[in-house]
């Protein structure tokens, strides 16, 4: 079992950016898939990105593909979201989400543990 925490949320204006942080308890997030989601208001939760547990190359959204960069550091059991050129539409709340099963999916009932979530507000 793994107890998610996100930081690093705010208020931007558009152009901005904004790196979000996943802190992980326990000693077997190292072997956990990771995927940051995101909701709107009225909106369903979609997918932003997503990362092995081995690292490597993410996975994107085609709306963040090019600004935003997910990263892992599995000796400090932190989760990362670099958001750049942050774009009004971006705004929501960023959830983190943990799949101890095989590969990253884009769907949010495939992962098991989630975060309380941070709100990011981008300004036009």
């Known amino acids: 079992q793994v107890q998610l925490v996100e930081s690093g949320g705010g208020l931007v204006q558009a152009g901005g950016s904004l790196r979000l942080s996943c802190a992980a308890s326990g000693r077997t997030f190292s072997t956990y898939n990771m995927g940051w989601f995101r909701q709107a208001p009225g909106k369903e939760r979609e997918f932003v990105a997503g990362i092995r547990w081995s690292g490597g190359p993410g996975y994107y959204a085609d709306s963040v593909k090019g600004r935003f960069t997910i990263s892992r550091d599995n000796a400090k059991n932190t989760l990362y979201l670099q958001m750049n050129s942050l774009k009004p539409e971006d705004t929501a709340v960023y959830y983190c989400?943990?799949?101890?099963?095989?590969?990253?999916?884009?769907?949010?009932?495939?992962?098991?543990?989630w975060g309380q979530g941070t709100q990011v507000t981008v300004s036009s």
């Open positions: 989400a943990a799949r101890p099963l095989m590969g990253v999916t884009t769907t949010p009932r495939d992962y098991d543990y």
